[in-house]
């Protein structure tokens, strides 16, 4: 069974997340090498980081399992981990490009105005 504590709401979040994106913003940020090469790099960093902190040896971050799937990989770190950072990430990405597209399509306009 779904712990529904966890492990629903970070499933949730990436749905609504790429959901955002495809039917809303269409950014196209999935299509471009950059973001992929973004999410590598945050991995190289969640995993040493997330699995000193969940190592079920000498856990610093404790998780009731029975809110959880119960699969935790590589390092004993829970998968809903690395949902919740996909979905954080990858929204904080899109919000980023939006802000973007906005900011330039009104600088863009205000220096048609002014020449």
Do not use: C, N
């Amino acid at each position: 069974m779904i712990g529904l504590g966890y492990t629903l709401p970070a499933i949730v979040a990436v749905f609504l997340v790429i959901a955002w994106e495809l039917w809303i913003l269409r950014t196209g940020l999935f299509r471009r090498a950059s973001y992929w090469i973004s999410m590598v790099i945050v991995l190289a960093f969640q995993i040493p980081v997330d699995g000193w902190l969940t190592k079920l040896s000498a856990p610093i971050v404790v998780y009731d399992e029975q809110h959880t799937s119960g699969i935790r990989f590589p390092w004993d770190i829970p998968v809903e981990d690395f949902l919740f950072g996909f979905a954080l990430v990858t929204g904080v990405l899109l919000l980023w490009e939006r802000q973007r597209t906005r900011g330039g399509a009104s600088v863009g306009a205000t220096r048609g105005r002014d020449e």
